[in-house]
């Protein structure tokens, strides 16, 4: 009946082995990883307090990060003054729609750059890495006056548009996406299906397709995201018409002074931080659900589909 | 000989075929390439050597030349301190950028319990970023590192540095979360690439007597040049079209204003354009230029 514990055992507890990093190494590590995650998640929770805060709570020098009591005032005021139904829609549609012709019009030039062979290929390759380091500022103004002539100015069409030609937002990447995913696809099944017959075509939709479901999924959401947050472009092509999300953040104040004008509220309704920062919040949150139901996408999109491998 | 032209023939034949079929796969991007980037930018560059104005019939242009060009880079001070302050904050912040994502993916690489938890803590910035949402939290003060501003050990600092030091360190202590939040995509190119470095490698070396030190610098570091050329370029380019970089913004400005218009708004894109390149083109060069002498 041996109970004691050698110093070899001592040793490996802390220092580490062979298969464990050990008790002292574990500590440095978590701590650290801990203290970076908390910079990190910092204005995120500066922002959720912030935004539960009442007037007395703000000015109350003693509350920093607990709010005394629990208090939602904020929130109904910057849902006011979003006008959150419709800006949500706005923004929902503003993005999926485009997202999804950019994803399906993005598959078909990658497939066409990974599955054919034809003079000007590398050309195209520079010119597609082009689209992704030319700035908007440098292109925004004759389309800003082609959509005004053509009468979509302030219409979603104004966004689908580039989307139809492979020319939305950040499209070169999607693009590559696609074409490290149908290079690293074995042929053999879609050589078989031509000597059956198949066209080019069938061969894309029926079998490519299907077997890039995962880069598919990928494209779709990361698409979802940057258009959701793109507000450049947004601002300029939808001003006028369609209010997306961001838009209204950006507008908050004067959006603000509108529905509770200064003059006529009392000083307790007067805007302050804790609701801008209830909009700030309001504004992200469908990202962060988002987020939190296909976490294991986002997180393992580059090992997916390969990107890096260029 | 007759086989092996028939054969030809065919190959060739074969050959056609598939670069037709090619075409008409991405025939859709060479037109949407030619309508929405390479016109615009054409068109936009004219713009920059007149004098434009929009009236009610239509828009009238009057030939400048060079004139736009030659008021930005030695008219408008304004716009010179802005170009010559987005180098700097380039150059100070890929550099963080490069060195941060390379730690985190580092320690994400081990093998610890909560990795996925880690892992999705440093994504999230990059679902929820944009302009709007930044330029809130920036208001709040809530992007600056946390106390560090607000000790007057550092203000004094600060204030003692001389100026050329003095705007970069500022930008630094101000938006040091933000430049930490631009790391998301990259924190994972890297991880991804340590991923795919040959474990035996690193056996090998152990059984030679390397210590986990000199195999980092000796097998990690090299291994991962390119990435780290793809990570500075990718974050150059991100952190340059970020809607509230305050040249865009400038430049935003300009277009509507009166003492500027579409002209002289486009001289300033293609100027912050021809700055862009160049950057990507130095760090590119400095990047690679170190990875060869390593080897």
Known sequence: MKTFITIDQIKSFLFGSRTSYGLIFNTILYSLLAAIGFVYLYPLLFMFVTSLKDMSDLLNPMVQWIPTHLYLGNYIKAYNVLNYPRTLMASLSVSLIPSLIQTAVCALIGYGLARYRFWGKKLLFALILATFIIPAQNTFIPQLLAYRDLGILGHINAIILPAIFGQGYKSAIFILIFYQTFLSMPKVL????????ASDLKIFIQIAVPAAVPSIIVSLIFSV???????????????GGVKTLPMQLAKFVQAYENLYPPGVVNIADRLNEAVKMSGTFLNILPLLVMYFILQKWFVESIERTGITGE | MKINRAYGGIEMKHRTREALYGYGFVMLW?????LFTAIPLIQTFLYSLNKVTVKATGIEQVFIRWDNYRRALFADAAFVELLVEYVIEMLASVPIIIIFSLIIALFLNLRFRFKGVFRTIFFLPVVITSGPVIQELTAQGATSAPGLQ???????F??????????????????????????GVQILIYLSSLQKIDKSIYEAAAIDGASAWESFWKITLPSLSTTTTIIAIYSIITLSHFSENKLIRYIYLQTYSVEGGFGYASALSFLYFAVLVLLLLIVYLALNFRARRSY
């Open chain 1, 190 to 197: 879609e050589e078989a299906a031509r000597l059956d017959g």
């Open chain 2, 30 to 34: 060479i037109i949407g390439f030619g």
């Open chain 2, 158 to 183: 600060v204030a003692e540095l001389p100026k050329y030091l003095r705007s970069p360190v500022e930008y630094l202590l101000t938006s040091f979360i933000l430049i930490l939040w631009f790391s």
């Open chain 1, 225 to 239: 995201v940057w258009y959701w947050n793109e507000t450049f472009l947004t601002n300029i092509f939808l001003e």
């Open chain 2, 150 to 156: 607000n000790l007057t050990s550092v203000a004094n």
